[in-house]
């Protein structure tokens, strides 16, 4: 094996982990795969420049890099004046249900939708900050280089977006068992357009985002409340009634994944918290639906 392969060998090794940043990061497989090979692309070139040999620690120095490379990312959206939150929900990773021990275990570190709509909302410093340290575990002198700041700085900006983090998302159920009965009375209830039945299991709180792509001129709907959520009990009605319905497991949690002739329409996403459902996410663009893997547990 040569120089070049070994080193190749060693970011494979680092790869999945580099991915998984890059994902809480930027709320899309897309641009995650892209700032994981501007990652390689500059191992590469400080291979061929003699200065991989002082790389003492390369996972480290390659989550720097991917750090900075989705900062940079993130600072761009903002300079375009993009509003992801308002824009587009993030890319959902789908496995199935009864996904083998090794993707379970995976997926008891995933993150929900919910909180990748929240992080989406953070100014781009606060997001690493958190990202890193509260997701990852990296300590604040690390950070602190990324961000061109101080430790001191880099702690205040996590702690800055960690309270909005708690104060827009309530702790899930982390049960599986528990969460999939409630989605099944939901889905029970949207069958049968029962809407006492659908009205127990939301929270009064209850939030639905449904991203239907570039069909929607406002970007994501958006509703609150159990009134409103309730109040579209007929759509509920029509997607469980005329599509093929199965259930699988949406950025770790329980949700449904939705075919009509063998092609798919919708993914749906329940965060579950005290037996309710307090946040739904949908989503139902074609273009974006086209392009997912919904084998990838490594997200």
């Given at each position: 094996m040569t120089g070049h392969d070994c080193l190749a060998h060693r970011f494979e090794e680092h790869r999945g982990h580099l991915t998984a940043v890059a994902y809480r990061m930027l709320g899309s497989s897309a641009d995650a795969d892209d700032a994981v090979q501007e990652a390689w692309l500059?191992?590469?070139?400080?291979?061929a420049d003699d200065r991989a040999a002082g790389i003492d620690n390369l996972g480290g120095w390659l989550t720097t890099v991917v750090g900075r490379v989705c900062l940079d990312v993130l600072r761009s959206r903002r300079l375009r004046r993009?509003?992801?939150l308002e824009a587009r929900l993030p890319d959902p990773?789908?496995?199935?249900?009864?996904?083998?021990?090794?993707?379970?275990?995976?997926?008891?570190d995933s993150v929900g939708l919910a909180l990748l709509v929240v992080l989406e909302s953070l100014a781009p410093?606060?997001?690493?900050?958190?990202v890193l340290h509260d997701l990852f575990g990296m300590p604040f002198e690390r950070i602190a280089p990324i961000l061109d700041r101080t430790p001191v700085?880099?702690?205040?900006?996590?702690?800055?977006?960690?309270?909005?983090?708690?104060?827009?998302?309530?702790?899930p159920n982390p049960d599986p068992a528990a969460q999939r009965r409630v989605v099944d009375a939901f889905l029970s209830a949207a069958r049968g357009g029962d809407l006492t039945a659908l009205v127990?299991?939301?929270?009064?709180?209850?939030?639905?985002?449904?991203?239907?792509?570039?069909?929607?001129?406002?970007?994501?709907?958006?509703?609150?409340?159990?009134?409103?959520?309730?109040?579209?009990?007929?759509?509920?009605?029509?997607?469980?009634?005329?599509?093929?319905?199965?259930?699988?497991?949406?950025?770790?949690?329980?949700?449904l994944v939705n075919t009509v002739d063998g092609t798919l329409v919708s993914i749906m996403s329940f965060t579950i918290a005290a037996d309710r459902i307090v946040a739904i996410d949908i989503l139902s663009d074609p273009d974006r639906l086209a392009d997912l893997d919904l084998t990838t547990p490594d997200r």
């Amino acid at each position: 094996m040569t120089g070049h392969d070994c080193l190749a060998h060693r970011f494979e090794e680092h790869r999945g982990h580099l991915t998984a940043v890059a994902y809480r990061m930027l709320g899309s497989s897309a641009d995650a795969d892209d700032a994981v090979q501007e990652a390689w692309l500059r191992l590469a070139r400080a291979e061929a420049d003699d200065r991989a040999a002082g790389i003492d620690n390369l996972g480290g120095w390659l989550t720097t890099v991917v750090g900075r490379v989705c900062l940079d990312v993130l600072r761009s959206r903002r300079l375009r004046r993009e509003d992801p939150l308002e824009a587009r929900l993030p890319d959902p990773v789908v496995t199935e249900e009864d996904a083998d021990p090794e993707h379970r275990a995976v997926l008891a570190d995933s993150v929900g939708l919910a909180l990748l709509v929240v992080l989406e909302s953070l100014a781009p410093a606060e997001r690493l900050a958190f990202v890193l340290h509260d997701l990852f575990g990296m300590p604040f002198e690390r950070i602190a280089p990324i961000l061109d700041r101080t430790p001191v700085a880099a702690r205040k900006l996590a702690s800055r977006a960690r309270r909005r983090v708690q104060g827009a998302t309530p702790a899930p159920n982390p049960d599986p068992a528990a969460q999939r009965r409630v989605v099944d009375a939901f889905l029970s209830a949207a069958r049968g357009g029962d809407l006492t039945a659908l009205v127990a299991v939301l929270d009064p709180d209850v939030t639905l985002r449904a991203d239907g792509g570039k069909g929607l001129p406002d970007g994501v709907k958006v509703l609150r409340g159990v009134e409103a959520v309730a109040g579209r009990l007929d759509t509920f009605h029509r997607m469980a009634t005329l599509s093929t319905t199965r259930p699988a497991r949406v950025n770790g949690t329980a949700g449904l994944v939705n075919t009509v002739d063998g092609t798919l329409v919708s993914i749906m996403s329940f965060t579950i918290a005290a037996d309710r459902i307090v946040a739904i996410d949908i989503l139902s663009d074609p273009d974006r639906l086209a392009d997912l893997d919904l084998t990838t547990p490594d997200r």
